[in-house]
């Protein structure tokens, strides 16, 4: 049973620069969010998306940041055009359906992403 | 609006120690509140959770009591282990249906032999 799966682990990309972060959510779970750890902040929600469908895309900055989740492979976070204050670590988890306080979120180990 | 706390780390303690992380929270009714654990290389784990005021989470000898009057939910083991070793995050959750989690920022928990 393969948990969370996010990958690359580290990712260093130059200023202006696009980043493409992957999440494979456990097997079975057609719900994803991603959260963002800035140093030394808490995680922040970013988005939440179904399998085709973006659910809340509330915590997810304007402009050159998007996220999908396609009916087969895994799930995408794109930053374009990445700036220094892009660079933290970014958490996808996923769950079986609609997470409410009694259903559990399972994470990946985190994609840290580094803007020279 | 919603926030969470955290004692600040790192922390260093020595194995059977007795551990205390303090969180505080801000939040309008009634939040779950929960406690995450990230191993080194790892991603976070649910360690514990409580759902209303009074109730006490409990798992791996680990326990926190959600108080609402003080708007507190600090965790706390008896003796810890080496295996113990890793970052504390303190959240909270407000939404129904769709879990927008709010993170602490974390305390990074080092336990010597």
């Known amino acids: 049973n393969a948990g969370v799966m996010q990958n690359p682990r580290h990712l260093v990309r130059r200023r202006g620069q696009e980043a493409r972060l992957r999440c494979s959510p456990m097997?079975?779970?057609?719900?994803v969010y991603w959260y963002r750890q800035l140093p030394e902040e808490g995680l922040k929600f970013m988005v939440y998306?179904?399998?085709?469908?973006?659910?809340?895309e509330s915590g997810m900055p304007k402009e050159r940041f998007s996220a999908e989740f396609p009916k087969e492979g895994p799930s995408i976070l794109r930053i374009q055009q990445v700036v220094r204050g892009d660079s933290a670590a970014y958490f996808c988890?996923?769950?079986?359906?609609?997470?409410?306080?009694?259903?559990?979120?399972?994470f990946g180990s985190g994609t840290q992403l580094s803007v020279l | 609006g919603n926030s969470v706390t955290q004692m600040e780390g790192p922390v260093t303690l020595s194995e059977e120690a007795f551990l205390t992380i303090n969180c505080t929270y801000t939040?309008?009714?009634?939040?779950?509140l929960f406690w995450y654990v990230q191993y080194p290389g790892e991603g976070l784990q649910l360690l514990l959770k409580?759902?209303?005021?009074?109730d006490k989470g409990s798992n791996k000898g680990f326990e926190a009591t959600y108080r609402k009057e003080t708007t507190s939910f600090h965790l706390e083991k008896g003796s810890v282990q080496v295996s113990d070793s890793a970052v504390y995050f303190c959240?909270?959750?407000?939404?129904?249906?769709?879990?927008?989690?709010?993170f602490g920022q974390g305390t990074r928990l080092t336990i010597n032999p």
């Open positions: 097997k079975g779970h057609s719900h």
């Open positions: 939040a309008t009714g009634y939040p779950s």
């Open positions: 988890a996923s769950s079986p359906r609609s997470a409410g306080t009694n259903e559990k979120l399972f």
């Open positions: 409580a759902t209303k005021a009074d």
């Open positions: 959240a909270l959750s407000r939404i129904q249906g769709a879990q927008k989690l709010v």
């Open positions: 998306l179904q399998k085709e469908n973006i659910i809340d």
